[in-house]
C-alpha cells in the first residue's frame, strides 16, 4: 500500500510525503522540502507525522520553493539526501546529513520504496521528477516543467495516482501584473505546465488504473482553483467531484492506493 499526502504546494514552498507500509511503518519520503524547518514540522504534526521518522528526503530541483529547508531537516534529524549531481551543483545548502546522487534514467530503491524518476524540461541544472511504487501500485508526481515529451508520456502510463502541475491559465498570465520577462520565463518550454497543457497530457495518457488525481503548483496570482478543475476534468473526462487541488497552505490530506 502507498499512502501520500501534501504539506503545502505552490510557489511559497512545497513538499509531499510517500509511504509504503501499514502507517508509513515501512518507509517515509519527503519529496521536497520547501519550508523552514519549524514550518515542516508544523506541518507534519497536521498529518500525523513527525520529523524523525522520515526516511530520506528527495529533491527534485534546486528552486528555494523545493529545497529552502532541506539541508536543515537533514541535519537536524540525520536524513539522508537523495538529488541528481546538477541539482546538488545549484543548491546554496549542500552540507546533508548523508548525499546519494541520482540519474534521472535510472530506478533505485529507498527501503519498501522503488523510485522511477524521469528528466523534465524546467529552468534548473537537472531536474527531475518520479514515479513512485510499492511493487502493486504506482504514483506520478509531475510539477515543474514547461511542456511534456514522449518519454514523460510513457513514464506516466497506467498510473494509480497523480499529482499533476496546473500552473497558470494563459490569458491570466499574459494580462497580469509580471513584468514581461517573467512571464516570458513562466509560459516558455522550460517554465510551468499552463491548464491547457495540463488538459493535453491527461488525454495522452492510459488512465484505465487512475484512483486519484490531484492538480499542484497552482499559481495564486496567475491562476483560478475552478480553471484548474476544469483542465483536470476535461483531461479524464470526469465530474469536478473525481478530482481535487493541493493548496498552499494546507496541501491536502492523506490519500491510499493499494
Known amino acids: 500500500m502507498i499512502r501520500f499526502a501534501s504539506l503545502g504546494s505552490g510557489s511559497k514552498g512545497n513538499a509531499t510525503l510517500i509511504e509504503s507500509?501499514?502507517?508509513?511503518?515501512?518507509?517515509?519520503?519527503?519529496?521536497?522540502?520547501?519550508?523552514?524547518?519549524?514550518?515542516?514540522?508544523?506541518?507534519?504534526?497536521?498529518?500525523?507525522?513527525?520529523?524523525?521518522?522520515?526516511?530520506?528526503?528527495?529533491?527534485?530541483?534546486?528552486?528555494?520553493?523545493?529545497?529552502?529547508?532541506?539541508?536543515?531537516?537533514?541535519r537536524k534529524y540525520n536524513i539522508p539526501v537523495w538529488l541528481t549531481a546538477g541539482t546538488a551543483h545549484a543548491c546554496k545548502d549542500t552540507n546533508y546529513a548523508e548525499m546519494n546522487f541520482?540519474?534521472?534514467?535510472?530506478?533505485?530503491?529507498?527501503?519498501?520504496?522503488?523510485?522511477?524518476?524521469?528528466?523534465?524540461?524546467?529552468?534548473?541544472?537537472?531536474?527531475?521528477?518520479f514515479v513512485f511504487s510499492d511493487g502493486a501500485s504506482r504514483l506520478g508526481v509531475v510539477t515543474d516543467l514547461g511542456c511534456y515529451t514522449p518519454h514523460i508520456l510513457r513514464c506516466l502510463d497506467k498510473l494509480d495516482a497523480l499529482l499533476l502541475e496546473c500552473?497558470?491559465?494563459?490569458s491570466m498570465l499574459l494580462n497580469g501584473s509580471y513584468p514581461r520577462s517573467l512571464k516570458e520565463r513562466v509560459a516558455g518550454h522550460i517554465g510551468h505546465l499552463d491548464n491547457q497543457h495540463a488538459t493535453r497530457l491527461l488525454q495522452e495518457?492510459?488512465?484505465?488504473?487512475?484512483?486519484?488525481?490531484?492538480?499542484?503548483?497552482?499559481?495564486?496570482?496567475?491562476?483560478k482553483r475552478e480553471f484548474a478543475l476544469d483542465a483536470l476534468c476535461q483531461g479524464v473526462n470526469c465530474e469536478k467531484e473525481m478530482v481535487s487541488l493541493a493548496s498552499q497552505t494546507k496541501g491536502f490530506n492523506w490519500r491510499e492506493i493499494y
Open 205 to 223: 495518457l492510459n488512465l484505465s488504473k487512475l484512483k486519484h488525481l490531484i492538480g499542484v503548483h497552482v499559481s495564486e496570482k496567475n491562476n
Open 167 to 170: 500552473n497558470y491559465d494563459r
Open 102 to 129: 541520482i540519474d534521472s534514467h535510472s530506478s533505485f530503491a529507498i527501503d519498501g520504496i522503488q523510485l522511477h524518476p524521469f528528466p523534465v524540461p524546467h529552468d534548473a541544472r537537472e531536474p527531475c521528477q
Open 21 to 74: 507500509g501499514e502507517n508509513g511503518s515501512d518507509t517515509r519520503i519527503l519529496l521536497d522540502c520547501g519550508f523552514s524547518v519549524v514550518e515542516t514540522e508544523k506541518r507534519l504534526l497536521r498529518l500525523g507525522r513527525e520529523a524523525n521518522t522520515i526516511t530520506a528526503i528527495v529533491l527534485t530541483h534546486e528552486h528555494s520553493d523545493h529545497v529552502s529547508g532541506a539541508g536543515r531537516l537533514s
